[in-house]
């Protein structure tokens, strides 16, 4: 093996690098037809002659029961988006200089391979672990689809433009200006926590329902651990309730602030409480 790094770029000019492992044939001479060079770079495997500008073959496959870093995975599924919009660009460097530089299309089957969702949550769960330590936690797929379930409110809410929670009162609210919540994300035995805060931007008032709209605003007090997932609710509840009786600002939150109150609000009434 040798170690090299794989420079990947779309024709928008948007480009990443991987670390790559480089492994060549003892037994087939360097000018054999034959001979290929193989890459293997987070995700990615694939096999190139020294002497051509394309791939021999180049996988797309994805298993989901192999361990990667959260890094590799995200970088694996722009890696794929990209090829959905055209050209994609490779370029292999070591200490000796370049390697090899090829521009790489791929077929039909990558463009109906429906990503969306799945890259959408990769990119919270980095946002929330931090560049470090999303290159240290290992998971599958398989771990990945099941985190998703627990996950999927906190990227919806995070990704929409224009979001509006209704909850029946028939009691006046006073005047807010910032909606909040905490949520955690299990994945595998990792548990993602993070505080939530949304802008107020409009009220709508009727006889026995309230309207908020909101505006996703930023994370806080993010942090990923290896923990039970109850102990890390009990740890972030603590954090949230400090957060909202510190604060300058009006602060509604739904009941205690777990984000789980959100997914059911027409289930039953709900208290709303503001920190002052």
């Not at 480009?15 to 054999?32: G, M």
């Not at 000796?96 to 949550?121: H, M, P």
């Not at 026995?208 to 102990?231: D, G, P, Y």
Request: aromatic share 10%; glycine share 6%.
């Amino acid at each position: 093996g040798k170690n090299a790094i794989l420079t990947i770029s779309n024709q928008q000019g948007d480009k990443f690098e991987l670390n790559a492992n480089v492994r060549a044939p003892s037994v087939v001479p360097l000018d054999h037809q034959a001979f290929r060079i193989r890459v293997q770079a987070g995700v990615l495997d694939f096999a190139f002659s020294p002497n051509s500008r394309s791939c021999k073959w180049f996988r797309l496959s994805y298993d989901e029961n192999i361990e990667y870093s959260l890094f590799d995975q995200s970088r694996f599924f722009d890696f794929v988006q990209w090829f959905k919009k055209g050209e994609v660009h490779l370029q292999l460097d070591s200490r000796a200089g370049i390697l090899w530089t090829a521009k790489v299309q791929i077929g039909q089957e990558v463009n109906d391979w429906d990503i969306s969702d799945f890259r959408s949550y990769l990119k919270l769960l980095l946002k929330l672990g931090g560049d470090t330590r999303s290159r240290e936690i290992l998971t599958t797929g398989k771990l990945l689809q099941e985190s998703m379930e627990s996950g999927s409110l906190i990227a919806m809410l995070v990704g929409a433009n224009d979001l509006t929670i209704g909850i029946r009162t028939a009691v006046l609210e006073p005047e807010v200006n910032l909606f909040s919540s905490f949520g955690v994300i299990r994945l595998g035995n990792w548990c993602f926590t993070t505080i939530l805060e949304f802008r107020v931007v409009d009220v709508v008032q009727s006889a026995e329902h309230t309207a908020w709209n909101l505006q996703f605003r930023k994370f806080l007090l993010s942090s990923v651990s290896l923990i039970e997932a109850e102990h890390a609710r009990e740890t972030l509840k603590a954090a949230f309730d400090r957060y909202v009786n510190s604060s300058n600002s009006r602060i509604m939150y739904i009941e205690d602030g777990d984000l789980k109150h959100l997914a059911n609000l027409e289930d039953s009434e709900k208290s709303l409480i503001t920190n002052n």
